[in-house]
């Protein structure tokens, strides 16, 4: 397994030009408050060709004429922080997990640093400077520039960021089955809760039977999971869970859980009361046949728009059958987001662009919702799927979506 973390590295520095030089920052714990820091998440591109989940630890690669070269950095062992805070990764462990034979300590970086643009040749540093939006907190790498900037301004700082996000699109065979771990977690979570349903009065009941059940595992949250009962599923990101559930209602629970940094993203929605109404079945079944108009198209070469456009035509038919709607403008009234994202490292995960076309590798969700506020109903299902050459594997297959098995699994608890 070691090797894929070698051979992606491998692949990075192939495409480099001569002269080159690439830092990928692991981050460090951001400050909460007074003296405590929120839980360290390491930068998912870092983890991507390193296999290494550590704090402060900084990867450099090397491309030159006469040498390639791959060094690791990882914290300083401090011996008094360590009774505090635990063990640091040591200079033997990080080799085994990295399949990097240089490793050095932290404090030995700068100089590293200085002696490959003065002595090696490095004529250019890639960093990775991922942002989304304006506003975001800046990461270390977008620090890193900014300091190289004011100390060396005519060194080039290029964007390896796009390159790793296309990488990580396609994903090997181990990192499915680290996704599949995921999403056998998130079943057996999603089990747990709806038998607790009935007994459940509050939102945040059912989120704690699926947490204990993730933490029994050794998996956690993927993400602020959703429990949303009646009108409160209506709103896509309602992640309070406080709210009191009447019998007549229907919960919609987006969940997923997380280990070895790959994650499941899920979404089930069933009945308070252990049984359908004849209008929730209704409308249920339409969201079921949009899932399944969608399963239908996907392929390598198809877009994600190609597949939220099946959606809409299955709506814009379905919907106007059952008299939700008279025309197609009528639909982004009852469904306002993308059928689909990519999903792995990150549970919106990286490597899609506009227009782009799915290949084989690539995990994504199909997740049609509709939303009626009026009748206070929100149902989305989601399952997670591998597009392959054929077609697609549905990795949540298992996790029971019908109105059959959903009332057969609430009747017998």
């Not at 993203?265 to 009361?273: A, E, N, Q, V, Y």
Request: glycine letters at 4%; proline letters at 3%; a negative charge.
């Amino acid at each position: 397994m070691n090797n894929e973390f070698k051979l992606r590295r491998e692949r990075i520095l192939a495409e480099l030009p001569l002269n080159s030089m690439v830092l990928l920052f692991a981050g460090k714990g951001i400050k909460r408050s007074a003296d405590a820091d929120f839980p360290f998440v390491v930068n998912r591109n870092f983890a991507y060709l390193t296999n290494i989940d550590e704090p402060e630890a900084v990867l450099m690669m090397v491309k030159l004429k006469h040498r390639i070269s791959t060094t690791l950095f990882v914290r300083d062992i401090d011996l008094t922080l360590q009774k505090w805070n635990g063990k640091y990764m040591s200079v033997e462990q990080a080799k085994d997990l990295s399949q990097i034979d240089s490793v050095i300590y932290l404090s030995g970086f700068d100089a590293t640093f200085i002696s490959q643009l003065t002595r090696a040749g490095v004529e250019r540093v890639y960093l990775d400077l991922e942002r989304l939006n304006l506003t975001d907190r800046p990461l270390a790498g977008e620090l890193f520039a900014k300091k190289l900037r004011e100390t060396h301004p005519a060194l080039p700082i290029k964007n390896i960021y796009p390159t790793i996000a296309a990488m990580r699109a396609v994903k090997s065979d181990d990192e499915v089955e680290k996704i599949k771990q995921c999403v056998e977690v998130t079943n057996q979570a999603f089990k747990r809760m709806v038998s607790h349903t009935r007994a459940c009065a509050f939102e945040y009941e059912l989120q704690a039977e699926f947490e204990y059940e993730l933490k029994r595992n050794g998996a956690s949250p993927a993400f602020d999971m959703i429990v949303a009962g009646g009108q409160r599923a209506t709103v896509l990101h309602y992640v309070e869970n406080n709210e009191s559930l009447a019998d007549d209602e229907l919960v919609l629970c987006d969940m997923g859980a997380s280990m070895h940094l790959y994650n499941s993203d899920i979404t089930r929605t069933f009945p308070k009361s252990g049984k359908f109404t004849e209008r929730q079945k209704q409308l249920y079944n339409v969201v079921l046949a949009a899932m399944d108009a969608v399963f239908a198209k996907i392929r390598p070469g198809v877009t994600l728009k190609e597949l939220n456009d099946v959606v809409i035509d299955t709506y814009e038919q379905q919907l106007k059958d059952i008299g939700l709607i008279q025309n197609r403008s009528e639909i982004s009234q009852y469904y306002y987001h993308g059928v689909s994202h990519f999903l792995g490292l990150d549970v919106h995960d990286v490597g899609q662009i506009e227009n782009m076309s799915l290949v084989a590798g690539n995990v994504i969700t199909v997740e049609p919702g509709l939303y009626i506020e009026a009748e206070k109903i929100g149902i989305r299902i989601e399952d997670d799927v591998l597009v392959t050459e054929e077609g697609y594997r549905n990795l949540s297959k298992d996790i029971i979506k019908s109105i059959d098995e959903i009332e057969a699994l609430m009747s017998n608890r």
